[in-house]
């Protein structure tokens, strides 16, 4: 089935720092999706990237959509502590719409 | 909050036995999906209902069973559970159907079992 490979696994990152995340996979998606979990918490939609190349901004996050689709990479600007928490990508399309594929999950953590 | 509501939050029962987790979707909402959060396995996908229907299965066990009602709230029913069943399961509910993109994918708290 499809996978998706999110890395890295944990950042450990002090305050002000930016941040950088990929997924790939071996299967094309038609939709990129980044979210967020807080502890306790489901996750929370960040961005979503619907087109291949496609850069879109949300604040501090900006995404892509990697060309081959088979791609996306998120970035946070100037890190803050509430940034803290675990961060997945997720991918729809293909075989199946609708539902979707995440990654494993990026665990961050800022230093004030 | 995300308007997804998910009961009960936390829930403590011993192998072998069965329980049912509900989940209410957003209002105007008509599709329900089922996710299994584990710590070595991330989210997995298990079903989606969309207006009743059940439309998209994905790696669930045959002890595991949902549906969605006419008022549009879905349960999910694991039964015979085992040790591995302990998990975070999530509902998340969207307006569409089997279109892309998930316009509107929102997540509820979640349920967190725990099977001893």
């Known amino acids: 089935g499809q996978q998706l490979n999110q890395s890295p696994q944990s950042m450990f990152i002090q305050e002000g720092e930016d941040v950088s995340m990929n997924c790939t996979s071996s299967?094309?998606?038609?939709?990129w999706l980044w979210y967020k979990q807080d502890p306790g918490e489901g996750p929370v939609l960040l961005i979503a990237l619907y087109k291949a190349g496609e850069l879109t901004s949300n604040g501090r996050l900006t995404a892509q959509f990697g060309i081959t689709r088979k791609d996306s990479f998120l970035n946070i600007s100037a890190s803050i502590p509430s940034d803290v928490g675990i961060y997945f990508c997720?991918?729809?399309?293909?075989?199946?719409?609708?539902?979707?594929?995440f990654g494993q999950g990026t665990i961050l953590t800022v230093h004030p | 909050d995300s308007g997804v509501t998910q009961t009960p939050k936390h829930l403590i029962t011993a192998t072998g036995q069965r329980v049912t987790l509900r989940c209410s979707p957003r209002s105007g909402d008509l599709s329900v999906y089922w996710y299994q959060q584990s710590l070595d396995q991330g989210l997995q996908f298990l079903i989606q209902y969309y207006n009743g229907e059940e439309r998209a299965k994905g790696n669930i066990l045959e002890r595991f069973s949902a549906q969605q009602f006419p008022d549009l709230h879905s349960e999910l029913n694991l039964s015979s559970l085992e040790l591995g069943d302990s998990a975070l399961y999530f509902c998340a509910s969207s307006v569409g159907t089997n279109r892309d993109p998930p316009y509107g994918y929102t997540f509820g708290s979640g349920t967190r079992l725990t099977v001893v």
């Open positions: 299967s094309i998606f038609n939709t």
């Open positions: 997720a991918g729809s399309g293909g075989t199946s719409y609708g539902k979707l594929t």
